[in-house]
């Protein structure tokens, strides 16, 4: 199976570190991964021209990092969202990129998903109620949700459980 791990953090941490967890059980199980730092790139929020549904034909008219997401998004058989908390929201990067795949609409391809999120205090509800809607919307289906909170990053123990999860899929 393609994996695309979408990292909606701005820094190489404790996001990372699940997500580099996550990449590690996938590979054993015999998956292909690729992990877009979103985090680290410049994208921009949706200007809801319409362009990418009429003239555009699912393309976006505005020509940023959202390219460097698309093959991936469109190509991979099961999205991974990542992110830490921010004001209780997954980063503004990710969710620029969640809006502007409006242009598509639904992957193409994916039919799983899974969402790592890491806080210094919790405060997941709302990252975990999206991304739940937004699965259900576009009807793929959840594998997972891991969190890690506060000394839980980066610890051994929280890095092994993703681990473990993603070689069982
Ligand atoms: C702008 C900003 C907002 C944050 N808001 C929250 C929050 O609402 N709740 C929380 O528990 N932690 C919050 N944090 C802490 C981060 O979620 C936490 O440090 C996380 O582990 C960072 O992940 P990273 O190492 O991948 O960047 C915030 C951090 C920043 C920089």
Redesign the pocket.
């Known amino acids: 199976m393609k994996i695309a791990i979408l ?12 997500a580099e967890a996550f990449r590690q059980g996938a590979e054993a199980a015999g998956h292909e991964v690729e992990i877009l730092q979103v ?1 680290k790139m410049k994208i921009n929020g949706c200007l809801a021209c319409e362009y990418c549904h009429t003239k555009g034909e699912g393309k976006c008219i505005q020509k940023d990092d959202l390219e460097k997401i698309m093959p991936a998004y469109l190509e991979s058989d099961m999205i991974v969202f ?8 997954p ?1 503004a990067q990710l969710e620029a990129a969640l809006q502007r795949v409006y242009c598509i609409g639904k992957p193409a391809k994916a039919t799983k998903a899974a969402l790592l ?7 997941y509800d709302a990252a975990i109620s999206q991304y739940k809607t937004f699965t259900q919307y576009v009807g793929i289906q959840d594998m997972g949700i891991y969190t ?3 000394d839980e ?1 980066k610890s051994e123990a929280k890095l092994a459980e993703i681990r473990e999860f993603a070689k069982t899929l």
Do not use: K
């Not at 990542?82 to 929201?89: D, G, L, R, V």
């Not at 999120?117 to 919790?122: I, V």
């Open positions: 990292n909606g953090s701005p820094r190489t941490e404790n996001t990372a570190a699940m985090g990542a992110s830490p908390i921010y004001y209780f929201a980063t999120l890491s806080s210094g205090s919790g405060a890690a909170t506060g990053n």
